[in-house]
Structures are given as C-alpha cells and as structure tokens.
C-alpha cells in the first residue's frame, strides 16, 4: 500500500508540476507580448520626433512669360465666353484660335500671324471663310490682354479674375504650354 500510496504522491506533483509548467509559459508569453508591443510603440514615437508631415509642394505650371503655348477660357461679365488657343506665343508663326460664344452664337476664328491671314467660321469650324486680317487683329490685341493679365495669376488657383473698362474677366481651365494640335489651327 504504500507504494500505492507513493505512486499516487508522485503522479499529483507531476500533475502539478506540469499545471505549474503551463501558468508560467502562459505568464512569460504575456509577459513577452507587452514588451514587444511596447518596444514597437516606444520606437513609432520616438521615430516620429523630428519629421514633420507637410503637404508636397505641387510643381506650378511655367511662368506666363516663359509659355510657348496656352489654352484657357474667358467669362466676360457681360455673357460672352472666348475659349482661347495660342502656340508659338510672341513669335513671327505665332497662330491663335478664338471661340467666342455671344449669347446662342458662336464665332470661330483662326488668325495667322505668318503670312498675316485669318479666318472665320459660323459653323463650328465645320467650314472657314478667309476673313479680314485687319480688321481681325481687334483678337490678336484681345488674346494678348488676356495673356499679360495672367502674368499676375498665381499658377496655382483655378482661375484669375480682373478687371477692365468696368468689365469683369474670369480667365479658367488654365493651360499652360500645352500640346496643341496642328488641327486646331486647321481652316480647310
């Protein structure tokens, strides 16, 4: 019998000695977790001390005076709307399309500084009459107001508003030195 009881003895410490086991590898794996986790919180933070977050700087458009190209609307206060095309701007080839919409009409015109030639159109460019390069030059005067207006534009803002003999304009859909088909410039 005492064996017996010896045997019994003997499996109830093993049997605590496992339940021992098993509450310490519980309590080391707790124990691990949180240092673990407060290592990586204590590295976010420490890491985070000098950055700053900032907005990224967006990359402005050309200066006005250095665009080769542009292409905007105009929203005359008085209704009329003119949606502009310029390339090889200040140059001897300079080329300038006009979209001007007075109430229901528009009026398309395509003006030619080389070989001093312009055209209009009544039909949304569908067919073009050779046109008066004199008395057209009234848009060349126009487009280039509008151009060293936007020399004060900031690049960054959606549109530029001035003012002029009492006229409000609102210049918008600003592109500068964009990729202007030769078909836009097109007359036949």
């Known amino acids: 019998m005492e064996k017996l009881i010896l045997l019994f003895e003997q499996r109830e410490s093993q049997k605590m000695v496992i339940q021992v086991n098993k509450k310490t590898i519980y309590l080391i794996v707790a124990v691990l977790v949180i240092v673990i986790v407060a290592a990586a919180a204590a590295v976010l933070l ?9 907005d990224p700087t967006p990359t402005l458009p050309p200066a006005i005076p250095e665009a080769t190209s542009l292409q905007f609307t105009v929203t005359e206060s008085t209704g009329v709307v003119y949606n502009v095309a310029v390339k090889d701007i200040n140059a001897a080839t300079e080329e300038i399309r006009v979209d ?89």
Do not use: C
Request: proline content about 1%.
């Open 100 to 188: 001007m919409t007075v109430e229901s009409n528009t009026f398309n015109y395509v003006i030619k500084l080389d070989g001093s030639t312009s055209y209009v159109s009544m039909d949304n460019g569908e067919t073009w009459t050779a046109s008066n390069f004199n008395n057209d030059a009234v848009y060349i005067t126009l487009v280039h107001e509008f151009i060293s207006n936007l020399e004060n534009w900031n690049r960054t803002d959606a549109t530029y508003t001035f003012t002029a003999d009492e006229t409000e304009y609102v210049i918008s859909a600003i592109h500068v030195n964009p990729e202007l088909d030769d078909a836009l410039f097109a007359t036949s």
């Open 46 to 54: 420490m890491g985070n001390q000098n950055e700053t977050t900032t």
